[in-house]
């Protein structure tokens, strides 16, 4: 294969991008950002969400055309015009959601778009072949003629891995790889990206978390709002360092708990049992509590129930078994109308499908829990001005910027949205809030407010239910941690008193 | 990730963020204006002066009394049933069904005038009227149950019942409800003391239009002014919200079918008892399919409903005068009508989508909407 070059010429670039700039409706999303890929190399492309990382990947992938800057592959200046051309050129990217079709299997999955086929015929057992092959070289173990829908998400990962080395690419790009994987399937991903290397392949990997970016790369190049900041030899740099870099100021890694009286438990789950989506058990026999005047976070690899952890406790899902207690009243299997007005507030997960209504102005997003009583409705009459001068009211109070309260909330950013999720629920004055990954997606900005709302609550007394899969998240805000894996708690823990260590090994499932 | 298609030279991309234009705000009357256009170039190609014709259309649909009654009469039932039409949209329900639910809404509403053995005509108002909106919205609540327990498309459901009501109301004609010692398939004549009043001398115009504005006034308090509204408003955006916002998605989606083939009821309960005192086939005449586009041209708005039926009704009666005149067929208001909807669709293509053309390989561009 012509590709089997030895690695050792450590100037050998295979991409250059020079002075790479790219305008969205008059943002600056790259600005003049330069970047090299040395042959053999795992190059990680770090920054926080909105840096530019993806743009500046989309365009060397074809997908967006640059506004000024030129590319060189092997020394020479290319432009791509679509994806099709990277490919081509031996270029592969791996997007975050897979590109993958369910229902066909995985030869089928490969041998979608292909070029070396006959028209009138598909010669499946040659790719097949082919598959088998790369395998073995690589590691990838896989069963063929399984269809894609049945396989483990690091399994559709390795069939994703296996179509970019099907055409041979010599370039790997990789959009934030581990977002889905459990730890196990991290730590596999990285001997097989390792391996991909060693045979004179290169990847590039862009991520957000600091630890697997120390763990894998040989370089990193930050971004920070669109501009780059600096490259370097990951041997010779710090987490610390890389955070500061990120961020562009010193990181707080643990906020202050101002000593309060815990009180009363406000939510207690005895032997909880209950089925995901597909049917499949997902809690089992969970048990824990959540008193006034504390922050409880559960922390673990996502898909480990935590979603229907929020779900149960809102009535949103069905309890096959046990029972939930709220001020110890039973809402076990109460309808979601009951629970809200016994005073749960619940900043989900999902924000866009479940937090808020896309079409719905901020005012009306602000006021969809409790349009139907006094002030927003009397005598069976809703007061539109009534809602929109409280919405304007809570807008100033908690800064939610773009467009006024009479815009539709789709056109806010991120940030803004989760701050009217916010601000509806932490105005209701909940005796429990329920925060299911309140940070997921923000900038750092949004997250220090985010959290330090969350820790004003527990010092007013109120239970807070931290739900994250972010680690560094939850050991921040937490008083009390406690680990969930495959639907059951596995440890509990007080967040100064843990090492890293057995946290991980916890989330793996690992009991001590 | 952005959404790309490329045609040729031109490139379709979904916006980041939906503008409201100023041609998004006139949009159902630039694409009326454009249908017309339309229409007219397809009779300037055989050989018909578009604006004589026009001209007819419009004197004959508003010139003269009689006229604007008859444009106001066929508007009646095109407004309650658009309205109703538009209640299921708002749930993000997409009712084709309010021809059948009209049909139902007759034959209910005609039963009870001919055989309730009730004398006095305010009382059996009230009876004919529950007739009809009763019975539309149990028409119009089967799809709706259907959708919210098992998941069935009420789009399939609606336009079946549609069939369904057909074949009662003409079973119903050939047996139970038919004229004793009659030849033809339609019910005895409803006793004159039950009809709908007229309301403007000389003039067939009846009370249904009353109706019909009350009902406006109804739309209008619901989806401004009522909880009830807002709960519709919100399954129809994003059922999964509504649920978590503490909302039953199941009971509002029957609710707003129920009401939305309520409506549709008494739109064809006020078609007997105002015009044709008696239940014959085919006495909608289409008029629940012509609501579904006026729905869509009103957009969704109590006023724009109240358009948008003004001038289909206008164009029903117009086009008959246009055809005594200058000899065109009434098929030509048909085209014009579906060409509007044509033009309303196009709108919202371009408020979710950005068109760009390319010259020579992607390097210039030049922005077209």
């Known amino acids: 294969m012509e590709h089997e070059r030895t690695l050792g010429d450590g100037e050998d670039l295979v991409i250059e991008m020079r002075k790479i700039s790219k305008q969205f409706s008059g943002v ?93 015929r598909l010669n499946l057992k040659k790719v097949e072949k082919r598959i088998m092959e790369l395998s073995e070289l690589y590691g990838l173990a896989i069963n063929p003629w399984a269809r894609v829908g049945e396989l483990s998400v690091g399994e559709q990962q390795r069939v994703e891995i296996l179509k970019v080395l099907y055409r041979d690419a010599q370039v790997l790009i990789m959009d934030e790889p581990t977002a889905v994987l459990t730890p196990n399937e991290v730590t596999e991903l990285f001997i097989v990206l390792r391996d991909i290397t060693k045979r004179g392949n ?148 999902d924000r866009h499908s479940t937090a808020i209504v896309m079409d719905f102005s901020v005012t009306e997003n602000l006021t969809l829990m409790n349009f139907d009583s006094p002030p927003f409705t009397t005598y069976g009459m809703r007061h539109s001005r009534v809602c929109t001068e409280y919405a304007q009211r809570m807008s100033d109070l908690y800064d939610i910027r773009g467009g006024g309260v009479t815009e539709e909330i789709r056109n806010l950013s991120g940030g803004n949205q989760q701050k009217v999720v916010i601000a509806r629920e932490l105005d209701r004055n909940p005796d429990l809030l329920i925060a299911a990954q309140p940070s997921r997606g923000l900038d750092i900005g949004a997250t220090e407010f985010i959290q330090k709302q969350l820790i004003a609550e527990r010092t007013k007394g109120k239970a807070v239910l931290l739900i994250s899969t972010d680690l560094d998240e939850v050991l921040a805000v937490s008083d009390r941690v406690l680990i969930i894996y495959k639907g059951e708690i596995m440890k509990e823990i007080i967040p100064s008193q843990a090492s890293f260590e057995e946290i991980g090994l916890a989330m793996a499932g690992v009991r001590d | 990730m952005e959404q790309k298609i490329r045609i040729g030279h031109i490139e379709v991309v979904r916006r980041e963020q939906r503008v409201a234009s100023l041609f998004g705000m006139f949009s159902s009357l630039i694409a009326i204006f454009l249908a017309l256009v339309a ?61 059948g639910q009209m049909i139902v809404g007759g034959i209910a509403a005609t039963a009870v005038a001919l055989y309730l053995p009730v004398s006095s005509p305010l009382l059996m108002f009230v009876f004919i009227f529950l007739a009809g909106f009763l019975a539309g919205g149990f028409w119009g609540a089967v799809p709706g149950i259907l959708k919210a327990k098992f998941g069935i498309s009420e789009i399939i459901n609606t336009i079946m019942l549609n069939y369904i009501a057909i074949h009662v109301l003409s079973f119903m004609l050939d047996g139970p409800l038919r004229e004793p010692d009659n030849y033809y398939p339609q019910s005895a004549k409803i006793a004159q003391e039950f009809w709908l009043a007229k309301i403007l001398d000389g003039t067939r115009l009846h009370a249904g239009f009353l109706i019909a504005l009350v009902l406006v006034l109804f739309y209008y308090l619901l989806f401004y002014r009522l909880p009830q509204g807002f709960r519709i408003r919100t399954v129809g955006y994003n059922p999964k919200a509504a649920r978590y916002a503490g909302m039953s998605v199941s009971s509002n989606v029957v609710l707003a079918m129920f009401l939305s083939g309520a409506f549709a009821g008494i739109a064809g309960m006020s078609e007997i008892l105002g015009m044709h005192h008696r239940l014959y086939n085919e006495f909608t005449s289409g008029y629940g399919f012509d609501a579904i586009s006026i729905a869509l041209l009103g957009k969704l708005h109590p006023l724009g409903v109240v358009l948008a039926a003004l001038f289909f009704g206008a164009l029903r009666v117009g086009a008959n005068a246009m055809q005594h005149v200058v000899q065109i067929p009434i098929a030509i208001v048909y085209v014009i009508q579906g060409l509007a909807v044509l033009f309303i669709l196009t709108d919202t293509f371009f408020r979710t989508y950005i068109l760009t053309s390319y010259k020579r390989k992607g390097l210039k561009r030049r922005k077209r909407a």
């Open chain 1, 202 to 349: 290169s990847i590039i990997f862009i991520s957000h978390k600091l630890w697997e970016v120390m763990e894998i790369s040989d370089r990193v190049t930050v971004l920070r709002d669109g501009r780059r900041i600096e490259t370097v030899e990951t041997s010779l740099t710090t987490r610390e360092k890389l955070a500061e870099m990120m961020v562009g100021r010193e990181v707080i890694l643990q906020y202050d708990h101002p000593p309060v009286r815990v009180g009363a438990p406000i939510l207690q789950l005895e032997d909880v049992h209950c089925a995901d989506d597909k049917g499949l058990e997902v809690l089992r026999s969970l048990s824990f509590s959540v008193c006034a005047g504390e922050v409880v976070g559960i922390a673990g690899v996502d898909g480990n129930g935590q979603k229907e952890l929020a779900e149960v406790v809102h009535g949103l899902r069905h309890v096959d078994f046990g029972k939930i207690f709220f001020n110890r009243e039973e809402i076990t299997n109460k309808k979601p109308r009951q629970i809200i007005a016994r005073g749960l507030a619940h900043i989900p997960e």
């Open chain 1, 28 to 120: 600056l999303a790259n600005d003049e950002v330069d970047f090299t890929l040395k042959r053999g190399e795992i190059h990680a492309l770090l920054g926080e969400n909105g840096a530019g990382k993806s743009t500046l990947m989309n365009i060397l992938y074809g997908l967006y055309s640059s506004d000024g800057g030129e590319i060189l592959l092997n020394g020479e200046k290319k432009e791509f015009s679509s994806p099709n051309q990277a490919i081509q050129n031996r270029i592969g990217m791996i997007h975050q959601h897979f590109m993958l079709i369910p229902t066909l299997t995985v030869v089928e999955n490969v041998a979608l778009g292909l070029k070396d086929q006959r028209f009138y």
């Open chain 2, 39 to 99: 229409g007219g170039v397809v009779m300037a190609v055989v050989d018909i002066n578009p604006f004589t014709a026009y001209g007819h259309l419009f004197a004959g649909a508003f010139a003269s009394k009689t006229g604007c009654a008859n444009t106001l009469i066929k508007t009646t039932p095109l407004l309650i049933a658009g309205l109703g039409l538009s209640i299921s949209f708002r749930c993000n329900l997409i009712n084709i069904g309010a021809e």
